[in-house]
């Protein structure tokens, strides 16, 4: 059976997993991702969503200096968040609360297409509590057993996409890249320790990471 067949005789397209994406739009089960608010060199906030953007939004109330960028730390890359309305409304929005009543939660989830194989979406399709929550289990696992090494290569990219927008004008900013991805972790924070403090600072505690994985 082909995957457009299989497609069609149950009714649904893979694809169309659980909800709609709105950029910056974050439900519970991201609850502990962070996220850090910079205006050029200076920290505005950092935290889990809930907790960054309400000083950030204030910020762009007030201020009109630095242009803001606003990090996804598991990531390193910048993210946009929509900061029209009041602080309530721009929470609300990225980080919607979960339902406590009746019905299906709001898990602010990415749509994407998924290619398996017949036999993946049967068993799939057979899961109790539906497709997508299964998909998530599983991906929740693989992570929970991902080897160390593939954790701080993972960290240190993020590390690097931070600094390449943070400090790639500073000073001795490739020579504590290349200390970063060599493992080399005195090295790295001697190089790093001119930078502006928020971003050494910032840096230093997204790096730690990497470098515990590499001693584990």
């Known amino acids: 059976m082909t995957e457009v067949a299989f497609r069609s005789q149950l009714g649904y397209y893979p694809a169309d997993i659980d ?22 060199t200076r920290l ?24 803001l960028v606003i990090f996804d730390d598991q990531s390193g890359r910048p ?10 409304e721009v929470v609300e929005r990225a980080a919607p609360a979960p339902r406590t009543g009746p019905g299906r939660p709001r898990l602010g989830v990415v749509s994407r297409e998924v290619s398996l194989l017949p036999r993946h979406w049967e ?33 240190r990219e993020a590390v690097s996409n931070a600094m390449t927008v943070l400090a790639g004008n500073l000073p ?4 504590a890249t290349r200390a970063l991805f060599a493992g080399e972790r005195a090295r790295f ?7 502006p403090a928020d971003v050494r600072d910032h840096i230093q505690r ?5 470098f515990v994985e590499d001693a584990a």
Request: charged share 30%.
């Open 19 to 40: 909800g709609q994406y709105y950029p910056g739009n974050i439900g519970p089960m991201d609850d502990e991702r962070t996220y850090t608010a910079f205006a050029g």
């Open 44 to 67: 505005i906030a950092h935290g889990p969503l809930r907790e960054m953007l309400p000083p950030t939004k204030r910020h762009v109330d007030t201020c009109d200096d630095a242009p």
């Open 79 to 88: 993210v946009d968040f929509d900061f029209r309305g009041s602080v309530e």
């Open 123 to 155: 068993w799939l399709e057979h899961q109790p509590a539906g497709i997508s929550a299964a998909l998530r289990r599983l991906v929740e696992a693989a992570i929970r057993h991902e080897p160390a090494q593939e954790r701080a290569r993972r960290v």
């Open 172 to 175: 001795c900013f490739e020579e």
């Open 189 to 195: 924070l001697e190089l790093i320790g001119g930078w």
């Open 206 to 210: 997204l790096s730690e990471a990497a």
